[in-house]
Every structure is written in structure tokens, then in C-alpha cells.
């Protein structure tokens, strides 16, 4: 954007909100980029449009109203191409927003200076932002994928303060490139130094033993997975290789930078997984430890598994987990060209739907509404900690699960967050049902002027299909209020899938 636009815009924002404080005028010139309903919408439906849905409610965090006429206008291969470059993505309305959150933004060694509760909330509320206004759809979806792969809780010693920094510069920036490079950056960042004792691993006598805690979540949860075919000698001869790195401590100088201590480190001779790492390696031999486990032909196997896990179906197609093996080999380990062959593969768009997860849910209820909202702690947040889904809180390494049946408990909050939310009983978060559904009506050559005939559209909107017999008669029963009939598709049995 030229200078004399953006001027344009900010000074065209700050007067519309002139009375509206710091987050009001954020918000109108993040609208004015953007980020808010389209001046109209097209049907979407038939199978085409299927496609296009079954894409965006799993590759992305479900439409923004327009998104689906865009993609079908774009095409499904042109969209993803250009989703696994997101830094071709002019994404300024999302940057509007995001960047109100200073603590996202600063060292890691300034983030001390934050009480740990602040940070907890900034970096929920940061992910959810992102989440819902970033057009960069792929690497948000991937930052949630890799937050549970890499899973650190944030209440357990100094991750307090340096997650922050770990899901920015190791998470984020490494979400679609080479997992090598992923792993490597997880393995040096103080927040998992921290948080699996990697910190506390040394062998300075011959007696000593090292900390096994971190070597046996990498083979067993970062790499090779539980039936990887490693052996608890692997996971010894690892926990070697890791020792001697530490983390300054947060009252002296140079606080939350590692640093490798000679002195604590196994600088003998190890064999790992089949291949030998010399002795005198030093440092080194994290590197090479690295490399032996990314490159592993379990490894591949392992994440092609999670990956049709997380976006295919609760019981990954052995066919697909075959090919994207074969992919994650053939390119070295990098992410993207694995991604563009899940999301093309047949198995992908023929899979059933899958219960969406508390985060999914709450995020694709804010973006199918195109909800105005800096996501407020005290509203937003504690919805969502309600629904036991608060991110970098689950308290084991495995991450929260991908299964159906430990998040059937919550729906109670589902339904009553869904309308909230489509009542504007959400703090300052706004949504605009009544424009929505104007834009509805609009969009259908031929529809009654009646409370009922918005209902159809307004379905396949917010689900993507019609409305079977049994639904529809529910739907009716509000169908002259059209905030409790928004809120009603949203808290729906049909919403709760994607």
C-alpha cells in the first residue's frame, strides 16, 4: 500500500472512530482494509462450492463471508499455492489488529519485565486475532497444528515468560518450511529447555547420568512417534547428545539467551538410531542428533499420520499416510510440497466431517460473522477457557487431543457462546447480523420477503449445505429474530463439524 493511501485510510478511520479509543480506531481501519462483510455475496453452493468449503474449514479457520466466491474464482490449486508462500499475502488489516499487543513483539528478555498472567493472555489473544483476521489462512492453521506438536504449558517454570517468543520465532517461523530446521530451532529455545529439563542435562563425572525427560519426547512425541522403532538405548545415546546446553538465568546478565557449557557435556562416542556421531563433536552433536531424527523414515511416517489426523479424519487413510511419507522424503523435509499434496488428494475431499475442537470452533463463529473484536480477555477469553481449549495450557507434552469424545463435555458453552455472540453480548465485540442477512437476500434472485425464506441461504452460508427437514422446523421457530436465528445455526449440531 502507497503512503497516501494508508494516510487516506488512517486518517478516514480515526475520524470514524474518533470517540471509540485506542481499539476503536484500529478497528475502523482495519475494516477499511478489509476486514468486515463484502459489499455483496454469491450462493455457494453445488460441488464446486463443496470443495471450496471442505478447503477453507480445514486448510484455513472456515470462510470469511466472500471467501468462498474468491477461492472459486481463484481455483483450489492457485489458492493453496498461494497460501504456501504467505509472504506474498498482502496481509495489513490482520498487522492493524495484532500489533496493539506489545508483548508479541519484544525480546525475549524484555518479556520478563511482563507479569506472567499479561503474557498468558497476550499471547491466547494474539492467536485468535491472527487466527481470525490474517489472510495468511495456511500458517495460522499450521502455527495451531505445530503448537500442539511442539506442545509447552505456560504455567511451568520460566515458559511463563518465554513462550512468547517460542511460538513467534520458532512456530511461527518455521510453520510451512523444513521440519529439520523446526525441530532444531525447538530444541535451542529456551521455553522447551525449560519446560522438558533439557536445561538440567549435563554429565560432568563419569557417574553421572544425563536427563533422559527431553531426548525421549523427541523420538517419542517430536519425531519417530510412540512406534517409530526407536529403543531406550536410542533414547540414552540422545539424551548424550543433548547435554551441556543451558539458559542464563533471568536475575544476571543476559537473561533467556542459551548457551553451550563444554563442561557439561558427553563428548564421547554415541550411536543413535543406526548411525554413529564420533566423539569430540561437541555442540555439534545436537545438530547431528537433528538431522538423524528428521530425515528418519519414521519420522515421515509419523507426521504424514498427525497431519491426515489433524486434517483427514480421526483414523488417518493408510494410502494417504503412504503417499505423504513419500512426499516428506522425496523433498527433504520440507512441509509445503506435503501440505499441497494432502490438500489435493481425493482422500481429503471424500473424508467425513470432524467435530470441530473448542479453538476451531470459537475461531470459525467470529470469522463466519466477520465479528469486529480485539478478542477481550475478560469475555472472549473466558469463554474459551471454559471450553478447555486455552492455548500453550495443556499441562502434558502430547498436546490437546485430536479425538471427538474428550470435547463432547463442552457443548453446553458452545451453544451458549454461539448466542452471545449473535446478540452482541460479547463486550466490545460487534457483529452485524442484520447487514449479513441483508447481503443474503440479495445474493437469491428469488426470495420471499418473509422471516422463513431467509433461512436456506443463512444455513448454507454458516454450514455449507441446506438444512435437512428437522432442522429447518427448528430454525423456524426464530426465524422472525434474526440474531437468535444466527445464534441458533451457530450453536447447531451441523456448525460443530467441519
Not at 507479569?115 to 491472527?130: G, P
Not at 506438536?149 to 510453520?175: S, Y
Not at 553451550?260 to 548411525?275: E, P, S, T
Request: aromatic share 8%; charged share 25%; with cysteine.
Amino acid at each position: 500500500m502507497k503512503r497516501r493511501q494508508f494516510l487516506g485510510l488512517s486518517l478516514a478511520a480515526t475520524g470514524a472512530a474518533a470517540l471509540s479509543g485506542c481499539d476503536g480506531v484500529y478497528g475502523a481501519l482495519s475494516r477499511q482494509l478489509g476486514a468486515s462483510l463484502p459489499e455483496r455475496l454469491e450462493p455457494a453452493m453445488g460441488a464446486v462450492a463443496e470443495r471450496a468449503r471442505r478447503l477453507l474449514d480445514r486448510a484455513a479457520w472456515g470462510p470469511w463471508p466472500g471467501d468462498l466466491a474468491r477461492l472459486r474464482s481463484q481455483g483450489i490449486e492457485a489458492w493453496l499455492d498461494q497460501q504456501l508462500s504467505p509472504e506474498s499475502i498482502d496481509d495489513l488489516a490482520c498487522t492493524v489488529r495484532s500489533r496493539r499487543i506489545e508483548s508479541m513483539h519484544l525480546p525475549a528478555a524484555e518479556l520478563y519485565e511482563f507479569e506472567d498472567y499479561v503474557l498468558r493472555d497476550d499471547l491466547a489473544r494474539h492467536i485468535i486475532l491472527r487466527a481470525v483476521y490474517s489472510r495468511r489462512q495456511l500458517e495460522e492453521v499450521m502455527l495451531g497444528f505445530w503448537l500442539d506438536h511442539f506442545n509447552i504449558d505456560i504455567g511451568k517454570a520460566d515458559c511463563k515468560w518465554l513462550q512468547t517468543a517460542f511460538v513467534r520465532d520458532v512456530l511461527r517461523k518455521h510453520a510451512l518450511g523444513s521440519f529439520e530446521e523446526l525441530l532444531r530451532a525447538s530444541a535451542k529455545h529456551p521455553s522447551m529447555l525449560f519446560y522438558l529439563d533439557g536445561r538440567l542435562n549435563q554429565k560432568r563425572t563419569p557417574k553421572e547420568v544425563p536427563n533422559e525427560n527431553y531426548a525421549r519426547e523427541l523420538l517419542e512425541l517430536h519425531t519417530l512417534g510412540v512406534h517409530g522403532g526407536y529403543s531406550q538405548q536410542d533414547v540414552m545415546e540422545a539424551a548424550r547428545c543433548l547435554t551441556g546446553w543451558r539458559v542464563k538465568s533471568r536475575k544476571g546478565f543476559g537473561k533467556a539467551q542459551v548457551f553451550f557449557d563444554a563442561r557439561a557435556h558427553d563428548d564421547g562416542a554415541k550411536r543413535v538410531l543406526g548411525q554413529d556421531i564420533p566423539a569430540g563433536g561437541g555442540e555439534a552433536d545436537l545438530e547431528k542428533l537433528v538431522a538423524i531424527a528428521a530425515h528418519h523414515p519414521a519420522t515421515a511416517r509419523y507426521l504424514a499420520w498427525k497431519l491426515c489426523r489433524r486434517f483427514v479424519a480421526e483414523q488417518p487413510p493408510p494410502g494417504l499416510v503412504d503417499e505423504l511419507a513419500q512426499v516428506y522424503t522425496a523433498n527433504q523435509g520440507q512441509i509445503a510440497p506435503v501440505l499441497r499434496h494432502l490438500f489435493l488428494s481425493e482422500a481429503f475431499y471424500a473424508s467425513e466431517p470432524m467435530l470441530k475442537r473448542p479453538l476451531r470452533f470459537l475461531i470459525t463463529s467470529l470469522r463466519s460473522l466477520a465479528a469486529d473484536s480485539f478478542v477481550e480477555k475478560r469475555v472472549i477469553l473466558r469463554y474459551l477457557e471454559r471450553l478447555g481449549q486455552m492455548p500453550c495450557q495443556y499441562p502434558t507434552p502430547d498436546g490437546y487431543p485430536y479425538e471427538s469424545h474428550p470435547w463432547m463435555g463442552g457443548l453446553l458453552w458452545r451453544w451458549r457462546f454461539a448466542h452471545d455472540l449473535a446478540r452482541n453480548r460479547m463486550g466490545k465485540t460487534r457483529v452485524d447480523v442484520v447487514g449479513l442477512c441483508r447481503l443474503l437476500r440479495e445474493s437469491q434472485a428469488e426470495v420471499a420477503d418473509t422471516p422463513t425464506a431467509l433461512i436456506e441461504p443463512l444455513f448454507a452460508q454458516l454450514v455449507g449445505r441446506q438444512p435437512q427437514p428437522a432442522e429447518r422446523k427448528a430454525l423456524e421457530t426464530v426465524a422472525a429474530q434474526p440474531a437468535q436465528l444466527v445464534g441458533l445455526v451457530l450453536a447447531s449440531p451441523a456448525f460443530q463439524f467441519c
